[in-house]
């Protein structure tokens, strides 16, 4: 089972930055598609940016311009650069693994808390 582990949240102001990265214990890292999933208090996880195996790039429409996905395939590492941070953003960051028809595996980390906040 690929293991997933996120860091880098953490409380930040209004207008702020945080990077966000995440590792996965997979020696095929690069035929995974990533996502960033959040979780907002009392609400559904939802699916906010992803990045393809060819570099493709989604992002939802409340992070477009603020928000940049980017992956390291010899690191095995995916990062999310997240700034003009608002406080809408408070959430639990989660990454997923897809395969290359983004269909997602049920392999969850921790998450990583992000509070915006003045």
């Known amino acids: 089972q690929v293991q997933l582990v996120e860091s880098g949240g953490g409380l930040v102001q209004p207008g702020g930055s945080l990077t966000l990265s995440c590792s996965a214990s997979t020696r095929s890292f690069g035929d995974y598609v990533i996502g960033w999933y959040r979780q907002a208090p009392g609400k559904q996880r939802e699916l906010v940016t992803t990045?393809?195996?060819?570099?493709?790039?989604f992002y939802d429409d409340s992070i477009l311009g603020r928000f940049t996905i980017s992956r390291d395939n010899v690191q095995n590492k995916v990062y999310l650069q997240m700034d003009a941070l608002k406080p809408e953003d408070t959430a639990v960051y989660f990454c997923?693994?897809?395969?290359?028809?983004?269909?997602?595996?049920?392999?969850w980390g921790q998450g990583t808390q992000v509070t915006v906040s003045s």
């Open positions: 990045i393809g195996t060819d570099y493709s790039l």
């Open positions: 997923r693994l897809g395969n290359a028809n983004y269909k997602w595996y049920d392999y």
